[in-house]
């Protein structure tokens, strides 16, 4: 119980901050890219970069590295912008419906887990905690396999959710709900990839 308060207590802290620096935010000037980049136009670059920074407030999104996804499990991720902070923010995932993918923003940690998740390969316990956002909200081909790019048969896409962040920690997660909701819960659960899950209220705009 002491852990699982200390885990929430940590979440609500860091929500607080996170909506208080909720505010409209512009694409930072063209920076350096990586070569694979060089075969996307500018128009696709310019709109993928401003996609990708709607998913954290400008605190982190101004100064994050913009990265696009592998075009396949395994393949290179794509740096479209390089940044200035130990953020990194991506577009929606390709491999999506539209209106399933929504953008996202990342750290160090989180980076670590989505190149393994693309790689397919098991991600190594997480020693120290790690955070991501969608404030754009989200949607995914499966809330228990970190590894599916479609639903299962007979499933359908999830989508919709609301705008939230994710918490890897080396915390005890069995006290959280398995069940998508208002209140925190785990995705994943069950695998190396199990995270929090922690709907975030955003300002009206």
């Known amino acids: 119980m002491h852990n699982y308060r200390k885990i929430l207590g940590v979440v609500i802290a860091l929500v607080v901050t996170l909506t208080a620096a909720c505010q409209p935010i512009q694409p930072m000037p063209e920076q350096t890219q990586s070569a694979a980049a060089a075969t996307q136009d500018d128009a696709t670059i310019a709109a993928k970069i401003a996609m990708a920074m ?4 400008p605190a982190i999104s101004k100064d994050a590295t913009i990265m696009d996804w592998p075009a396949e499990p395994g393949g290179e991720f794509v740096v479209l912008r390089e940044g200035a902070n130990r953020w990194t923010c991506f577009p929606p995932e390709t491999y999506m419906p539209e209106g399933v993918a929504h953008p996202m923003c990342m750290d160090e940690v989180w980076l670590a887990f989505m190149k393994a998740r693309y790689a397919h390969e098991e991600l ?6 790690g955070i991501a956002y969608m404030l754009d909200g989200g949607g995914t081909a499966s809330i228990s396999d970190p590894f599916a790019r479609e639903p299962a048969a ?8 609301p705008p939230h962040m ?3 920690t080396p915390g005890d997660l069995s006290g959280y709900s398995h069940t998508p909701g208002p209140e925190p819960w785990v995705m994943y659960a069950d695998t190396s990839f199990a995270h929090l899950m922690l709907a975030i209220p955003m300002p009206e705009k």
Request: charged residues 10%; hydrophobic residues 50%; proline residues 14%.
């Open 124 to 129: 190594p316990p997480v020693t120290t905690p």
């Open 154 to 161: 007979g499933q359908a896409w999830i989508k919709n959710a």
């Open 54 to 57: 709607r998913a954290a407030g």
């Open 166 to 168: 994710m918490v890897l």
